[in-house]
């Protein structure tokens, strides 16, 4: 499905000349071109949301286009906070969304306990192995 695409440009030529790419995105197979950045094959595919916020979940995705704003952070061939629109799209390429990340306390926690400082949170964290900070 390449519904959003231009097929004949006057400066970057004609898409029957481009040699087509797969690769997947959240394990779903699809086709781009070559010269495509990631952000261009997943509009041209219809894919809009490239993340969601970490902590708040909102949808996140195509912001500047230029490298700037980091909006288009996603997990790619398992190297997290790759930049989808700087980046060139490549055969067998293995893009997965961001998520949002697991909370570091209780989501119910009163705020009160909620530590005010980052030795207050190294502290909490004392004893939960996996998600102590290295201080
Ligand atoms: S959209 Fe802004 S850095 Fe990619």
């Known amino acids: 499905m390449n519904n959003n695409r231009i097929v004949k440009h ?3 030529g004609d898409l029957e000349n481009k040699k087509p790419i797969t690769f997947t995105y959240d394990q779903k197979i699809l086709q781009g071109y ?4 990631i952000a261009s094959a997943l509009l041209a595919n219809g894919i809009r949301l490239l ?3 970490e902590e708040s979940g909102t949808p996140r995705g195509i912001y500047c286009n230029i490298g700037h704003c980091y909006e288009c952070r996603m997990k790619v061939n398992q190297t997290s906070g790759v930049r989808a629109c700087l980046t060139e799209l490549v055969e067998d390429m293995m ?9 570091p306390f209780p989501q119910n926690m009163n705020a009160e306990d909620l530590p ?5 949170f190294a502290k909490k964290c004392a004893g939960k192995k996996e998600d102590a900070p290295h201080v």
């Open 51 to 53: 993340r969601v916020h």
């Open 34 to 37: 070559e010269g495509d950045t």
């Open 95 to 103: 893009i997965e969304s961001g998520k949002m990340q697991a909370l």
């Open 116 to 120: 005010r400082t980052y030795a207050e």
């Open 10 to 12: 006057p400066v970057l």
